[in-house]
T-cell receptor, first 109, second 113 residues
Framework: EDKVVQSPLSLVVHEGDTVTLNCSYE??????LLWYKQEKKAPTFLFML????IEKKSGRLSSILDKKELFSILNITATQTGDSAVYLC?????????FGDGTTLTVKP | DVKVTQSSRYLVKRTGEKVFLECVQD?????MFWYRQDPGLGLRLIYF???????EKGDIPEGYSVSREKKERFSLILESASTNQTSMYLC????????????FGPGTRLTVT
């Protein structure tokens, strides 16, 4: 059975802090690992990672995949209150994705 | 922009009723998905479809069925709603090739009383 585990489950930081969110997985026929951000609505896509060691970056957010150790991290630098959300990690297997439970990030002013 | 729409944002139904949740996407995507999302349990896949009239069970299909008669539309059916089906239901779509990100609809919050 495919499995995706995220840690921590929740995190509270202050504006300006840097955070690292973790995602480990056990999946057959791995195709890609995806990160989503979910505010009080549907998840929106952040990154897709398919190759080990290649960092994807978008502004203050970055992510990297380690296919040997079966994990990924999502970094957010200089956090802002608008970064408060649930961050979901999903692993894709030929079109179907298995999601982790998410990390709830709260950024305080 | 990809658009995925769901027929209702909020729905209240009684135990035993038959419930239809509709999802429509406008990007000609082959794959469509139904999830439910509950606190502490994350997103769980109910059913998915990779083509018209094709369907596959996800992780929690019991108590649900689906229908995909047209490529753009994927319906989730609760044959006899029960209180443990009270949840947020999310529909998503994706292409079959290349990038596998899913585009989500706004969700339907279903309450079964």
């Amino acid at each position: 059975e495919d499995k995706v585990v995220q840690s921590p489950l929740s995190l509270v930081v202050h504006e300006g802090d840097t955070v690292t969110l973790n995602c480990s997985y056990e999946v057959t026929n791995f195709r890609s690992l995806l990160w989503y951000k979910q505010e009080k609505k549907a998840p929106t896509f952040l990154f897709m990672l398919t190759s080990s060691g290649i960092e994807k970056k978008s502004g203050r957010l970055s992510s990297i995949l380690d296919k040997k150790e079966l994990f990924s991290i999502l970094n957010i630098t200089a956090t802002q209150t608008g970064d408060s959300a649930v961050y979901l990690c999903a692993v894709s297997n030929a079109g179907k994705s298995t999601f982790g439970d998410g990390t709830t990030l709260t950024v305080k002013p | 922009d990809v658009k995925v729409t769901q027929s209702s944002r909020y729905l209240v139904k009684r135990t035993g009723e038959k419930v239809f949740l509709e999802c429509v996407q406008d990007m000609d995507h082959e794959n469509m998905f139904w999830y439910r999302q509950d606190p502490g349990l994350g997103l769980r896949l109910i059913y998915f479809s990779y083509d018209v009239k094709m369907k596959e069970k996800g992780d929690i299909p019991e108590g649900y069925s689906v229908s995909r008669e047209k490529k753009e539309r994927f319906s989730l059916i609760l044959e006899s709603a029960s209180t443990n089906q009270t949840s947020m239901y999310l529909c998503a779509s994706s292409t079959s090739w290349g990038v596998y990100e899913q585009y989500f609809g706004p969700g339907t919050r279903l309450t079964v009383t």
